[in-house]
């Protein structure tokens, strides 16, 4: 077990954001982290991540590293936010509905409402529209509560139109088309953003391989959209055109790489990449890397477009559709600059929070 005071002089000597709040909460012994890593384009946004970690140091580690993720993540979806992150370090995950949970998420909305703004939060790991409607009957900065208590409740559509929209315009950077029609695309996990994927996927042509840990998903995505489903640990090596990942992270590793065969990685799932190398590895084995916390935007811009912005639909399609234009501008910027594509998206993001313009 780590203590935690080595841990924060460690991990924030190394850390470039503005502010981290750190709240021990007794009664309910949870460690709360918010992580304010920018508010340079607006308030700090991102999710609550409830988790029982095995020393409270990790779920700091998290913040830190998060936050900093969403701060690109905002700047490149050309959002009016900064970026942050929450963590709810419990000692374990209280059942959804309990009174301890309630508890937690209550005496944690007073930590969020004393920041007055400067952090907005959302949904992330094990939390979702009913634990942002408990926050909220404590304060007006949490986005993504249950549309009958005047949200717009889950955000997974927007992010799975999203990823539909970067999948087509990662495709036609190595076809020349972004029709889909017969393309093979593999969805690793079908959950809330991989089924939906699935569905607009399904529309467009594509022939699906479907993989999920819980087969039975797999099975009830593949009888209502088609596909074939395939064995989760199979998922890396199975031929197809198009991988989306969109279940956990650190799915492209040095261990991964060498045995892909696809010719686009392109899927919801954050923190794709085992470390900054791998983008590299993708590269030169010719592999068209659709960096994650631009193809996965949608989730923030369904949020923030019809709570904060006021968009109508046809603006927030308008604006999904915009991240297959992003894409294609950092595809291009790749190929021009002889860089990867990530280095390529943390240049866009970089250079929107240098003019201090989400553009
Ligand atoms: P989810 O929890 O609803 O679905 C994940 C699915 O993946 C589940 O069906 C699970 O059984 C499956 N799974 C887990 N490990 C697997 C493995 N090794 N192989 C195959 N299947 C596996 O999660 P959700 O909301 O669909 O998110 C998916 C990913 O996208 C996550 O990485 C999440 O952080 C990311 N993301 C989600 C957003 C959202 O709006 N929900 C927004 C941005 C990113």
């Not at 409830?50 to 140091?57: E, H, L, N, W």
């Not at 900065?141 to 970067?166: E, K, Q, Y």
């Not at 604006?319 to 595809?331: K, Q, S, W």
């Amino acid at each position: 077990m780590h203590t935690l005071v080595p841990v924060f002089e460690d991990l924030l000597a190394g850390w470039d954001g503005e502010e981290i709040v750190t709240r021990y909460d007794g009664p309910t012994e949870t460690w709360m982290f918010v992580g304010v890593h920018s508010t340079v384009l607006g308030p700090a946004m991102g999710g609550t991540r409830m988790k029982a970690y095995s020393a409270p140091g990790d779920g700091l580690g998290d913040v830190l590293r998060l936050s900093q993720a969403m701060t690109f993540k905002q700047a490149a979806a050309h959002l009016p936010y900064g970026g942050g992150k929450a963590v709810l370090a419990v000692p374990n995950v209280p059942p959804p509905g309990s009174s301890a949970r309630r508890e937690i998420l209550l005496r944690y909305a007073a930590l969020v409402d004393s920041l007055h703004g400067t952090y907005v939060t959302a949904a992330d790991m094990n939390t979702g529209a009913p634990d942002m409607d408990v926050i909220g009957e404590r304060t007006n900065h949490v986005l993504g509560r249950s549309r009958d208590r005047g949200g717009s409740g889950d955000p997974a559509p927007g992010t799975a139109l999203g990823v539909f929209h970067g999948i087509r315009s990662a495709w036609r950077h190595v076809s020349g088309s972004a029709e889909l029609d017969g393309v093979v695309v593999l969805v690793q996990g079908v959950g809330s953003v991989g089924d939906r994927l699935a569905d607009h996927l399904g529309e467009a042509g594509a022939h699906l391989l479907l993989a999920d840990v819980d087969e039975g998903r797999a099975e009830k995505t593949a009888e209502r959209v088609g596909g074939t489903v395939i064995q989760p640990d199979s998922v890396i090596a199975t031929a197809c055109d198009v991988f989306a990942p969109c279940a956990a992270g650190a799915v492209l590793t040095a261990a991964t790489i060498p045995r892909l065969a696809c010719r686009v990685v392109a899927g919801a799932a954050n923190n794709q990449l085992g470390s900054g190398e791998d983008a590299a590895l993708l590269a030169q084995r010719g592999i068209l890397y659709a960096p994650d916390y631009v193809i996965n935007a949608g989730g923030v811009i369904h949020l923030a477009g019809y709570e904060t912005l006021g968009w109508d639909e046809a603006m927030m399609r308008a604006r999904l559709a915009g991240i297959g234009e992003t894409l294609a501008g950092i595809f291009a910027t790749a190929d021009a600059e002889g860089i990867t594509t990530a280095e390529a998206a943390d240049r866009l993001a970089l250079a929107r929070l240098a003019a201090g313009d989400p553009g």
